[in-house]
């Protein structure tokens, strides 16, 4: 089994719904990311976790919300979607805090969200 | 501003070497790191640098890291088709997040 999970892998919707993409990890770790991926502009961070009590921004949260359920579940809300927000949506943890320390970042396999 | 800037696209030849390279913004990143995108899935980490260390080799990979002129090198010696990736560049920001590049395509031609 992966140590990062997100569902659904893919999702079509049309504008104005409401959409979650959820993530759960087994990996024990604190911290947990949400990027999105688009062509040519690498991967962007929208929201970030340190623990369940601790959610910060990242560069382009407009337009989502996030919820860190458990330790190991955090999930991402897009509470209007709009065609801009059709991307390739990454759940990540870090090993920050851990005995290893390096900033490596898990990634689940990614969901894919085409808003029409 | 965190840029970190890496070129779109290499095609090369099988069995020929890889270079991909990169710039960041940074000076005080610790860590610097590639990360490899197979279609249809996440990232996986190929390897990373510490920022003390110039070069770093495991296998057929070699880090090169400038760190005066904040450049950062991936090379691949004797690229095989299972190499054809999309190649992220990464730097750390403030302890607790990565920047990327927009990621370097590479593919590998008979």
């Known amino acids: 089994d992966a140590d990062v999970t997100q569902t659904p892998r893919n999702r079509i919707t049309k504008t104005g719904k409401r959409i979650m993409l959820e993530c759960s990890q087994t990996?024990?770790?604190?911290?947990m990311y949400w990027y999105r991926q688009d062509p040519g502009l690498g991967l962007r961070l929208i929201y970030y976790?340190?623990?369940?009590?601790?959610?910060n921004k990242g560069e382009i949260s407009d337009g989502y919300s996030v919820s860190r359920q458990a330790q190991a579940k955090f999930s991402l809300s897009l509470e209007s979607a709009i065609p801009n927000q059709t991307a390739l949506y990454f759940c990540?943890?870090?090993?920050?805090?851990?005995?290893?320390?390096?900033?490596?970042?898990?990634f689940g396999e990614g969901s894919r969200l085409t808003v029409l | 501003g965190e840029d970190v800037e890496q070129s779109l696209f290499l095609s090369v030849r099988e069995g020929d070497s890889s270079v991909i390279n990169c710039t960041y913004t940074d000076s005080s990143s610790t860590y610097l790191y590639w990360y490899k995108q197979e279609p249809g899935a996440g990232l996986q980490l190929l390897t990373y640098?510490?920022?003390?260390?110039d070069m770093k080799q495991d296998q057929r990979l070699t880090v090169l890291l400038n760190k005066k002129d904040k450049h950062l090198s991936l090379r691949i010696a004797d690229t095989q088709t299972g190499d054809s990736a999309i190649y992220f560049c990464?730097?750390?920001?403030?302890?607790?997040?990565?920047?990327f590049g927009a990621g370097t395509t590479v593919t590998v031609r008979a």
């Open positions: 990540a943890t870090s090993d920050r805090g851990t005995e290893k320390n390096t900033g490596e970042l898990f």
């Open positions: 976790s340190f623990d369940v009590k601790d959610i």
């Open positions: 990464a730097e750390s920001i403030d302890d607790y997040k990565l920047s």
């Open positions: 990996k024990g770790h604190d911290r």
């Open positions: 640098i510490f920022s003390n260390m």
